[in-house]
């Protein structure tokens, strides 16, 4: 099995009710693997080097509904009807989704409904992750009293860090790193964790912003951190189509990824890696206009 996961190592099955195939082929012209081929007029289930993935394109093709697929957290229950066009986002609607976008970090006094962020897990669930989303986690934490539990721990370590490396640890340091690495920890990194800190002490959180609910989106070895952040990105899309406001938080996991005994009280998975949290809640601040963004560069070759 070329293909493996954290959970489900095992390749998928493919059952295919013969009586009910109308032999039009399309499952083994859509199949990734070469799982299924047509031979001699008919649907083969073949040899393959990758096995089956348990993708289920193959039954999301089947105009007969003759395909079915099991294993790898999958079964034909999964299958749901697809929306039609007039249901689904036009590009000026999705436009308009991330134009109306922002960074939210003032939220309302009032908490988040279980539900709402129940929703969003489920939307960014689907999220088009470059692997399927069992092997990227969530840890939601709700409830400002216990976000601020995470605060202090995650704080608490920033308060080492800065004691550690003091400006002359960095200084001595610069021989030995990239000019990127040295520039980021003294212009940034550094500067971040003071901030953070000392804003602890005034009783003020720079870290989470008050939030009433914290995700953090970890991911096994098998997956990547982008599989984690495109996620995170879903969640935060998610977060504003039903009116929430949502901020991606970096500054969380890498305190997370280097204090196990952390993870372990956080409920991260062994193995696992925390890769960015998302903040969460509603809007204290409505903006009344977008701006637009640009990448670096965009080239094109035809």
Known sequence: MAVIHSQYPEA?????????????????AIC???????????????????????CGHCMMVCPEQSIA?????VSAEDLLPLPPMEARATADALTALLHGRRSVRHFTAQELDP????????????APMGIPPWD??????????????????????????????KPWVLAAMRP?????????????????????????????????????????????PYADTCDAAIACTYAMLAAESLGLGATMIGAAAPILVRNPGLCRKWGVPIGHTPAIALIVGHPA???????RRHFARVQTFS
Request: hydrophobic fraction near 45%; charge should be positive.
């Open 136 to 165: 990227v986690g969530c840890i939601i934490v709700r409830g400002r009293d216990k976000v601020q539990q995470l605060a202090a721990d995650i704080l608490e370590r920033y308060a080492g860090f800065l004691k550690l490396f």
């Open 176 to 220: 030995f790193v990239r000019r990127t690495t040295y520039e980021q920890f003294r212009s940034f990194i550094r500067p971040l964790a003071e901030m953070y800190v000392a804003g602890r002490r005034e009783g003020t959180d720079l870290l989470f912003y008050g939030a009433p609910a914290v995700l953090i989106f970890h991911h096994s």
């Open 285 to 291: 601040v409505h903006f009344k206009r977008a701006i």
């Open 12 to 28: 998928g099955r493919v059952q295919i009710d013969e009586g009910a195939c109308r032999l039009c082929g399309e499952c083994a």
């Open 32 to 54: 990734p693997t070469n799982v299924l081929r047509m031979h001699d007029g008919r649907v083969r289930i073949c040899d393959s080097p990758l096995e089956c993935i348990a």
């Open 115 to 126: 539900a709402l962020l129940d929703r969003i897990m489920l939307m960014a669930s689907s």
């Open 69 to 73: 697929v099991t294993g790898r957290g």
